[in-house]
């Protein structure tokens, strides 16, 4: 029974997407729209490169290493318009925590963030770099790691795309794979 005293906050993503929400894929609109969070598993494939220095940059930044057919457990907390994200490969978890900074989403892993914008395209979400941070303070774009994704959506689940790179080293590290709830 639903008690009209309680008042539930709406999800991070539909708090910064709005009805836009509504038009992605119900595996993702579900998804991203439970106030509670969720779970999701599925299957990548990372890539590295960037060279010895690449591969250490990837390392300090916590990013996970190389390999096909990867098991991944996506898991996302919420709490009080914040979520948390938990990415966990084989041997390394990548956390973060996300959040609407002015209407873009913010996310930051330890000391360093990015603010996004999200942009609903069809069946995909694209995630539109914005801003990168160090201890909370804008990096100039020259000098920023820059990361670029999409999740592309069904109704069963959807395919998740990320590549990440650094000034002068390129991309240092790039993952495709799909997740399903």
């Known amino acids: 029974m639903n ?4 008042v539930s906050e709406p999800s991070l993503y539909r708090g910064l997407l709005g009805d836009q929400l509504d038009r992605l894929p119900g595996s993702l609109r579900r998804f991203h729209d439970s106030p509670r969070g969720g779970k999701a598993l599925g299957t990548f494939r990372v890539v590295r490169s960037g060279g010895r220095i ?5 390392d300090l930044l916590g990013l996970p290493k190389a390999g096909d057919h990867l098991p991944v457990e996506l898991e996302v907390v919420a ?3 914040r979520e948390r994200w938990f990415r966990r490969f084989p041997g390394k978890t990548l956390a973060s925590k996300q959040w609407n ?3 873009l989403l913010m996310e930051s892993f330890g000391l360093g963030g990015f603010t996004n914008e999200l942009k609903i395209e ?5 995630h539109i770099q914005r801003t990168a ?6 990096l100039p774009r020259a000098l920023a790691p820059y990361a670029t994704g999409y999740v592309d959506g069904d109704e069963t689940g959807w395919r998740v795309v990320v590549k990440i790179r650094v000034p ?13 709830p």
């Open 122 to 126: 069809g069946s995909r979400m694209h």
């Open 3 to 6: 008690d009209p005293r309680i």
């Open 54 to 58: 690449g591969g250490l940059v990837a």
């Open 79 to 81: 709490e009080q318009g």
């Open 168 to 180: 002068l080293l390129g991309e240092i590290v790039a993952y495709d794979g799909r997740v399903e």
């Open 133 to 138: 941070y160090l201890a909370g303070v804008p």
């Open 101 to 103: 900074r002015g209407g």
